[in-house]
């Protein structure tokens, strides 16, 4: 109840141990909503943030439901889920923004 909308759905596919081709997935995931960003998350995954506050939760849930079909991590749905943050440290490590397209933007 804290949370009065969901801007963004973030998804990571942590169970792929390969880089490139969580990015493929992420790609294909693309095609469906513009990702927007991709976050390192200084670890073993790659995070991307897909705009949603233009679309329905019925929309959202649809498309989350891709993802997980895909291999995403199921939990991250929640709306207060924490998540890697852009310029966030791990483990000493910075979590860079890999990919970025502001045009995604609706």
């Not at 998804?11 to 927007?36: A, T, W, Y």
């Not at 200084?42 to 989350?64: M, R």
């Not at 079909?69 to 207060?80: C, P, Q, V």
Request: proline fraction near 5%; hydrophobic fraction near 40%.
């Amino acid at each position: 109840n804290n949370i009065a909308s969901r801007r963004f759905i973030v998804v990571e596919f942590d169970k792929e141990p390969d880089k490139m081709n969580q990015s493929r997935l992420h790609g294909f995931l693309s095609e469906s909503i513009p990702c927007v960003m991709v976050v390192d998350s200084a670890g073993k995954s790659l995070h991307g943030w897909y705009p949603v506050y233009d679309k329905t939760e019925s929309q959202a849930a649809a498309f989350f439901g891709k993802a997980v079909a895909l291999g995403a991590d199921e939990t991250i749905y929640d709306k207060a889920k924490l998540v890697r943050m852009p310029g966030g440290m791990r483990d000493g490590k910075r979590q860079r923004v890999v990919y970025w397209d502001e045009e995604a933007m609706p």
